[in-house]
């Protein structure tokens, strides 16, 4: 290849706002250059691991295997928006040859690295890019950001703003699951790199910041991988490594084994918002319509207090209070039972109540969950008899694998994960949806089902009970696709503790674990990180409380301290508004100051209508600090109103400031607050910058003409 010239091959891509050309430069080190208008990944390799039933796992790369296994030849195709770089071994008789396919479809482009040989092989880590890095042309005032995505709900996780010229991330790895995008704060410009299917592999980004030998205000990352198989205790909850992904016979030659990575997208954007958001509805699978005659998820969920206590009477209590809000946003209304000892003879019983209130009912599952110590208790389903330990996950050695973290060791509470592929624990849970729909639910929250992604299975060797299941995330769409095909959307498929990726067997996800009283702070951290999730779900901001603070009971002499961080009661609901999602309330309907507080606070029919519209919010910039919510959020309304939502999470009074220039309200010069239906002229401390002051724990939601 030495003697080669390089091989310039323009793909003309579309960017979202303007046309990007893209050239993809073929180095006589086998490595790819890849350049657009505004950045580029000058050293392009592809790597993956390899074995065969003969042969120990070995690596290889697209640029340094050439040496001792390619030929010194690359060959390019190019059809059908399509450029495919082959590399060709020295004998196809011992080696796979690897193929780097670039798909052009306008506002990105699809990368994807696959692999054929003559014999049968597996792999368990496919880097589309290694090693690479990523320059970013900036500007004078550049702040270089990224955001690091969490790979589920889970152990309260967050998105993390991390900035790209601190020393400090340029000596740390970062790791991103899924996606992440890189933008300049000042500008928004940035470029998107994430997976599109999720279908066998856990996916995602590791990087360092690049701070040195860049020019011209340029920014970037360095040792880039961009990999299906990512696998850790702390990114993606694994004890034991990503499972091997076996090849299957091609399609384009009935003599050769094939294995290819999932596609994953790149583009770049004039705002990296719109970048996030292509991202979303780019995904090869997405979401579940609404099933017919549900637009909105309002009403009820009984986890917010009464949790465990939970009885047919608080239900029902919950139905009567949401029917007096029915004429402000909450008709046909939802009534959910949650995590509650209740057979569904009692559920049956509130079905009655609900039907003639003209609303709906909801239940809880866990299906992918065993909460005991106890592995030797036996179940039945379906006329077999299964223990416990032969259902639950093991590692390599066989030993049951508790989820979440090993270091949780508390007696009574281990929570093993079940295999969602052994037909015991099928059986169990589809029993559950069935004996569900025959009660007349229309709404299934599951929850804890992450734990099915946890590589490892019920065999005793760690693998899973069906055999051409051979990693985490596919035992996961295994089970989940069952459920979903049972429910056949008669039911509103709600994600709780759950991954990210994938969803198409759903119709919503929670954003963010257990935030149902004053941590509003919490959630917008998952609104700002999270939002463009719209694009395939429904967003679940997790109830909303009014006559409780805190998730456990706290001494009194500590209350005070704690209910200075909570947040108002109107912030509360702003929260549940923005997302656009679920708008549920969660307080004892036994209560009258509870139902008091909640027709209060749930009675402004104005502030309903901007939560009814099912739109989610974005947030106007990045944090300051790595976890901290940005105060503004903004909506620019497919029905043509304009939004704001402005949060003080400090517990002291706070002036905010916004520049107009960099929102969907840009010219405005009044507004109305929804709250109390009143209009303000805009206070502007100079051209384009406006300021809000806010007393502390509060919020403000505005419309602007």
């Not at 009258?592 to 009814?612: C, D």
């Not at 947030?619 to 919510?629: H, Q």
Request: aromatic share 10%; glycine share 8%.
């Amino acid at each position: 290849m030495n003697s080669l010239p390089s091989l310039l091959l323009p793909l003309f891509l579309l960017g979202l706002a303007s046309a990007v050309d893209l050239d993809l430069k073929i180095n006589p080190d086998h490595s790819l250059t890849l350049t657009s208008s505004l950045y580029t990944i000058p050293h392009l390799c592809s790597e993956f691991n390899y074995a065969t039933s003969n042969s120990e796992p070995l690596t290889y790369n697209t640029c340094t295997s050439h040496k001792d296994y390619y030929k010194p030849r690359v060959h390019t195709v190019k059809s059908k928006n399509q450029t495919h770089i082959v590399h060709i071994p020295k004998d196809a008789e011992v080696g796979p040859t690897i193929r780097q396919t670039f798909q052009d479809y306008g506002e990105y482009f699809a990368f994807q690295v696959d692999v054929d040989a003559l014999v049968p092989f597996k792999s368990n880590l496919i880097k589309a890019i290694t090693d690479g890095e990523l320059i970013i042309k900036g500007t004078s005032n550049s702040e270089p950001k990224t955001i690091l995505i969490p790979f589920d709900n889970d152990i309260i996780s967050m998105y993390q703003s991390r900035n790209l010229d601190s020393n400090a991330d340029n000596l740390l790895k970062m790791t991103s699951s899924y996606v992440s995008p890189f933008y300049n704060e000042q500008t928004r410009e940035g470029v998107v790199i994430g997976s599109l299917e999720h279908t066998v592999w856990k996916t995602g980004l590791e990087f360092h910041a690049k701070t040195f030998r860049l020019e011209d205000n340029n920014y970037g990352v360095h040792k880039l991988d961009v990999l299906a198989g990512l696998n850790s205790l702390e990114e993606t909850r694994d004890y034991i490594e990503h499972g091997w992904v076996n090849s299957q016979q091609a399609h384009h030659d009935d003599k050769a084994n094939y294995l290819a990575s999932p596609p994953f997208f790149m583009g770049e954007f004039e705002d990296w918002r719109d970048g996030m958001e292509v991202y979303g509805r780019s995904q090869v699978r997405k979401g579940l319509e609404m099933p017919e005659g549900v637009d909105n998820v309002v009403g009820w969920n009984s986890w917010g207090v009464t949790q465990f206590g939970t009885n047919l009477e608080n239900a029902v209590a919950a139905s009567e209070a949401m029917k007096e809000l029915e004429d402000v946003g909450f008709a046909n209304s939802f009534i959910d039972f949650d995590a509650v000892n209740i057979g569904f003879d009692e559920q049956a019983k509130l079905v009655e109540t609900t039907d003639q209130n003209g609303q709906n009912t909801g239940v809880y599952a866990a299906p992918w969950s065993y909460f005991s110590d106890d592995l030797d208790a036996t179940v039945s389903c379906g006329g077999e008899t299964y223990t416990q330990f032969s259902l639950v996950k093991k590692n390599l050695k066989g030993e049951p694998m508790k989820a979440l973290d090993k270091r949780i060791n508390i007696p009574g509470e281990n929570n093993y994960a079940y295999d969602p592929t052994h037909p015991g624990v099928l059986c169990m849970a589809l029993d559950y949806v069935n004996s569900a729909l025959d009660s007349g639910m229309k709404l299934i929250k599951i929850d804890f089902i992450n734990w099915g992604c946890m590589e490892g299975g019920s065999n005793s060797d760690g693998s899973h009970y069906e055999k051409s299941v051979t990693t985490g995330m596919a035992a996961y769409n295994y089970g989940m696709e069952k459920i979903a095909e049972a429910i056949d959307n008669r039911m509103v498929i709600s994600l709780s503790m759950a991954p990210t990726f994938p969803n198409h067997f759903a119709h919503a996800r929670r954003i963010g674990c257990d935030q149902m009283y004053g941590g509003v702070e919490f959630t917008m951290n998952q609104l700002w990180g999270g939002w463009w999730q719209k694009e395939m779900v429904k967003l679940d901001p997790d109830l909303i409380v009014f006559n409780k603070n805190e998730i456990i009971d706290v001494p009194n002499f500590l209350k005070p301290f704690v209910n200075s961080f909570k947040m108002d009661a109107r912030s509360r609901v702003n929260k549940g508004v923005v997302h656009g999602g679920f708008y549920l309330a969660g307080d004892d309907m036994t209560n009258s100051t509870s139902v008091e507080l909640t027709q209060k606070y749930f009675g402004n029919k104005e502030v309903n209508k901007v939560a009814l519209l099912g739109e989610s919010f974005r947030a106007v910039s990045s944090p300051e600090r790595i976890v901290i919510a940005p105060n503004v959020f903004e909506l620019a309304s497919e029905t043509g109103g304009k939004y704001l939502a402005v949060f003080n999470y400090n517990p002291k009074q706070k002036s905010i400031r916004v520049d107009l220039a960099k929102t969907v309200i840009n010219g405005a010069k009044s507004y109305v607050d929804l709250w109390s239906g009143k209009g303000y002229d805009l206070v502007f401390v100079d051209e384009s910058t406006v300021e809000f002051d806010l007393r502390g724990a509060s919020s403000m939601l505005l419309q602007f003409e």
